[in-house]
């Protein structure tokens, strides 16, 4: 325990990258760490290649789970519901560290949106299999590739003009060797 930060050596995990030679044990306060395919840090997946495949599917599962949420409040019954529901709880749920989506290949992206359009379908009790061209403008919704793309610059802008100690240090150009 140093500066009030305790670190406990059976509660962490290790992410194997490099494939060429194996890498050597490792070890924490002479605890073995477990090298293992997925490593989950903050709420975000990761994978050996560091993808972001397994965040958005982690993300199209998670709504299934919010979606039974939903229904179990009512939330179907009523248009207004729904909505608010949407943008209360579901929308900010799946919309988690939408900042470090970008960039999204094209499929990861689709994914993504349908993975929005879908549960809002659902909550207002229309066919998943309609179109959503004006789905999103008719009900006074942002595109949630938009979203995701504003709260990435957002996040960029503000790290870039708060001039803190860790800002700097983050955004400071380093070489990799």
Partial sequence: R???IGIKP???????IKKLRPP??????????NYLKQVTYLGIL??????????VQQ????????????????????K?????IYKQIIRPTLEYAAPALIPLKRTQAKSYRTTHTNLLKRLINIPTR????HLLAELGLEEPTDRKHAAHNTFHTRCTQHHTTINTNLLMPRWIH
Avoid: D, V
Wanted: aromatic share 6%; no cysteine; net charge positive.
């Fill in 130 to 133: 309609t179109p959503t061209t």
């Fill in 59 to 78: 993300i199209t599962n998670k709504s299934r789970w919010l979606m039974k949420l939903a229904k179990s409040f009512g939330s179907t019954q009523h």
């Fill in 24 to 33: 050597p044990p490792a070890q924490l306060f002479g605890t073995n760490i």
């Fill in 10 to 16: 059976e509660k962490s995990q290790a992410l194997k």
């Fill in 80 to 84: 207004h519901t729904a909505l608010t």
């Fill in 46 to 55: 990761f994978n050996r290649a560091l993808t972001k495949t397994p965040h």
């Fill in 2 to 4: 140093n500066k009030n």
